[in-house]
């Protein structure tokens, strides 16, 4: 089965940095791009950072662009998220997802999500 698990959350002052990791299973971890979303109490779900299958591509959302970094290792079936400069207003739960196409089966895996508090 296909599992996601995230880690690496915590509180942090504003200013400060943290490293969040999703260990993927159950998938050809290779052959997928990996995503970052990030939903705060009472906000939808936010698409963070992607990054493609080989590592070759990244995207971002413009509130976070300088300041965080979508990193792969394949060899590991693990995508992290590199945090600087955070904000309060980064301030989320954050999921690591996958969008899988098996034949005609199309959909998207979630992980439990891992909790990022910024506040002094």
């Known amino acids: 089965q296909v599992q996601l698990v995230e880690s690496g959350g915590g509180l942090v002052q504003p200013g400060g940095s943290l490293r969040l990791s999703c260990a993927a299973s159950?998938?050809?971890?290779?052959?997928?791009?990996m995503s970052w979303y990030r939903q705060a109490p009472g906000k939808e779900r936010e698409l963070v950072a992607t990054i493609t299958s080989a590592g070759g591509s990244t995207n971002y959302v413009d509130s976070v662009k300088g300041r965080f970094t979508i990193s792969r290792d394949n060899a590991k079936n693990t995508v992290y998220l590199q945090m600087n400069s955070l904000k309060p207003e980064d301030t989320a739960v954050y999921y690591c997802?996958?969008?899988?196409?098996?034949?005609?089966?199309?959909?998207?895996?979630w992980g439990q999500g891992t909790q990022v508090t910024v506040s002094s």
């Open positions: 159950g998938f050809t971890f290779s052959n997928f791009a």
């Open positions: 997802n996958v969008h899988i196409t098996k034949w005609t089966l199309k959909r998207d895996y």
